[in-house]
């Protein structure tokens, strides 16, 4: 049986100021931005090169009742983190120093929220 994680929750408290962060300042892709009725909307972004997207939205139970910024450490891997977390920065992101803990490498950063990113680079000899 195949169990594929494809979709993760992101609690914000603004869909429009979250939408226009990951996909202006992060290049996510805007997959779906739809408001099918009863005060629900329905965000969902996926960043370059992944089969596996964030959603973020309003009337969605208790993925809206979540307490935004509460998501800590979701990991984007990346090929070359110093070219990643430049690009970052040239968008206006405020990311951190490269962590190096022996061959895995990371750079955080947060969404308006307070939800924690991490990008990751692994060495190709771990």
Not at 30 to 35: G, L, N, R, W
Not at 42 to 60: E, K, W, Y
Not at 71 to 81: E, M, P, T, Y
Request: hydrophobic residues 40%; proline residues 6%.
């Amino acid at each position: 049986m195949d169990m594929k994680l494809e979709v993760v929750p992101m609690p914000v408290s603004d869909v429009d100021r979250a939408r226009d962060f990951y996909a202006e300042k992060i290049g996510f892709n805007v997959d779906h931005d739809i408001q099918p009725g009863n005060g629900m909307r329905i965000v969902q972004l996926t960043p370059p090169g992944s089969s596996c997207s964030i959603v973020i939205g309003t009337g969605m139970g208790e993925i809206s009742a979540m307490q935004p910024g509460s998501v800590k450490g979701l990991h984007l891997v990346v090929a070359d983190i110093v070219q990643a977390r430049a690009e970052l920065a040239g968008r206006g992101v405020e990311v951190g120093e490269i962590d190096d803990l022996g061959g895995v490498k990371y750079v955080r950063f947060s969404d308006p929220d307070g939800n924690v990113w991490l990008l990751q680079e692994i060495s190709a000899g771990l």
